[in-house]
Nanobody
Framework: VQLQASGGGLVQPGGSLSLSCAAS????????MGWYRQAPGKQRELVAS???????NYADSVKGRFTISRDNAKNTVSLQMNSLKPEDTAVYYC?????????WGQGTLVTVSS
């Protein structure tokens, strides 16, 4: 299973960005999907997750600003990020669980700066 993330970039504080991640390869049934992020000098942290049935979970720091969604037919997961703050600057990694194994995307850089 390969994951391809896209959508990162530079945005001003208060702006919005949308990240997407598509899974491909030998896929049987992808279960949980989501996004982690890692800021410089910090540990990787969970941003948001979504189950196959659509149950979502968010880090407290992004609740009310980020929205995760998925398309099971297309094996994609997206992250809509609004009201971005400088502290959201990080490399964002998507992941997906397939038959109990977690696969990672390559990471996409999000920079929030004026």
């Amino acid at each position: 299973v390969q994951l391809q993330a896209s959508g990162g970039g530079l945005v001003q504080p208060g702006g919005s960005l949308s990240l997407s991640c598509a899974a491909s390869g030998s896929i049987s049934s992808i279960n949980g999907m989501g996004w982690y992020r890692q800021a410089p000098g910090k540990q990787r942290e969970l941003v948001a997750s979504i189950s196959r049935g659509g149950t979502t979970n968010y880090a407290d720091s992004v609740k009310g600003r980020f929205t995760i969604s998925r398309d099971n037919a297309k094996n994609t997961v997206s992250l809509q990020m609004n009201s971005l703050k400088p502290e959201d600057t990080a490399v964002y990694y998507c992941y997906a669980f397939e038959l109990g194994v977690r696969y990672w995307g390559q990471g996409t850089l999000v920079t929030v700066s004026s």
